[in-house]
């Protein structure tokens, strides 16, 4: 191959890279890979890697590692100054060793530790704006060569491009956080709360939420304390056709059957003592929206008969009138009790418990959607971070572990209010365990899988198992399923099946 012909070849590699940076800015790990791997093919490395410079504790991490020793790499970090990459890091200057044992700064060097010794290394510094945001190095040049000048000139013209994708990244995720943001601010503007979901269990709930929305049916919200029975709510609102229309909520175990009657049906002046002037019950406001019931379970049996009234004939009178209203509105009911169990007890009509229960929804307790604690735990970071005008950033990897295997008995308000509180209490840019204040409270395994079904139970297991090797293993699926002892391609599409994904903040901050 003569000079020209490699050349062509690099140029070729340069132009493929820079069409995917401007192509996807949402997975930069598989961007900055290809980079690494057309750096080390090109200079005809035997090993390289990309670390970055963590701004707050100024150590350099392993985001890519390849070669023989990957993964052991992977897990260690180096010190500003550190060996070789930690040299070009702290004075932002490309570094070319072809004898390394005469260099003293490779004495300390991660290759040591994992066994892997170099004897030649090219070493880059990654720039914006002139500030070294992290290094690549490539080591080894194939068949006992030297790397040339030619080598270290390629290998900045890619540090280079990684440098501009990590950028691209990392300022795409800021404007997504601002938008995220100001769309919850819009949101709550409106009176209504933000729906934040990943798992495979909302997805389907939100289909049929997407079904029952534009039709006129009575919805019967059902679930454990906490889970978002209110959140449903709103959605089936907004995606009906009366969305432009009030939404109108009524809790009915806040107030003694006397006052939520008026509450709901409105009086008429001298109906009783407190009523000096006419006013309009709950059911009058919601006309061509939606009135939420929530916590029906706790409905007064007094007022049952005349609930099941308004239900079938849309009816009813203010307290103390003797004409009749009719509204027109969609009913949603929601309560955490157990309905049925009422019936039985004779608490609940069971004729009034026939009309809501046209569509039950049931909303599953959140320790049944992992994917659903990662995005809504940092889903609130954001929020709290925003508010409370703290520069915390996310969770560390231990703290996202304990969130994870917590058993989160008060559901997402519990949820929401660890990471309020850990927000606050936090003294550093990511939250640590400690500042959860979960103690002692992680749900063991029997708790986990109580309840299941066995298949829901492995499948739980699997997910965490596999999640738990991919981090070892720095999401190299090869790696991984060597260790797992199952084929590439097998645990692929474990991955897709059981919706395993790779915990956010690491490195794009
Ligand atoms: N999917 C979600 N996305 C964002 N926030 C959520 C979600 N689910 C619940 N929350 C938050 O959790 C809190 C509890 O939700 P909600 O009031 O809907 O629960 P609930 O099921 O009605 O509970 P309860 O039975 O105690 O009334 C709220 O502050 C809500 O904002
Ligand atoms: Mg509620």
Known sequence: MGLAQVDLDRFQTLIEINALINSDFSDLRAVLKRIVESAMRLTEGEASSLLLVNPENNKLYFEIALGSKGPQVQQFSLEMGEGIAGWVAQHNRSL????????????RDIGRKVGYPASSILAVPMRVKDRCIGVIEILNKRDGLMFDEDDLQWLEIFANQAAIAI??????????????????QVNTDQGYHTMVWASPAMGEELQLVERVAPTESTVLILGESGVGKELIAEQI??????????????????????????????????????????????????????????????????????????IQ????????????????????????????????????????????????????????????????????????????????TGFSDEAME??????????????????????????????MPEDLLLHGNEGPDAERYQGKSLKDSINLFKRQFIRRALDRHGWNHTETARELQIQRSYLSKLVKDLHIKQHKGDSSQ
């Open 167 to 184: 950028q691209n990244a990392r300022t795409f995720q800021q404007v997504r956080n601002e938008v995220d943001l100001l769309q919850d």
């Open 237 to 310: 609102h907004l995606k009906s056709n009366r969305a432009k229309h009030p939404f109108i909520r009524v809790n009915c175990a806040a107030l003694p059957a006397a006052l939520l009657e008026s509450e709901l049906f409105g009086h008429v002046k001298g109906a009783f003592t407190d009523a000096v002037s006419d006013r309009r019950g709950r059911f009058e406001l919601a006309d061509r929206g939606t009135i939420f019931l929530d916590e029906i379970g706790d409905l007064p049996l007094a007022l049952q008969a005349k609930m099941l009234r308004v």
């Open 402 to 431: 304990a969130l994870l295997s917590y058993n989160w008995p008060g559901n997402v308000r519990e949820l929401e209010n660890a990471v309020e509180r850990s927000v606050v209490i936090s003294r550093h840019e990511r939250v």
């Open 96 to 107: 070319m060793v072809n004898d390394t044992d005469e260099d003293p700064r490779h004495m």
């Open 313 to 392: 004939e849309k009816t009813f009178e203010r307290v103390g009138a003797s004409e009749s209203i009719t509204v027109d509105v969609r009913i949603i009911a929601a309560t955490n009790r157990d309905i049925e169990a009422l019936v039985e007890e004779g608490e609940f009509r069971s004729d009034l418990y026939y009309r809501l229960n046209v569509l039950p929804l049931s909303i599953p307790p959140l320790r049944q959607r992992p994917e659903d604690i990662t995005e809504l735990a940092e889903f609130f970071l954001k929020r709290f971070a925003r508010e409370t005008n703290k520069h915390v």
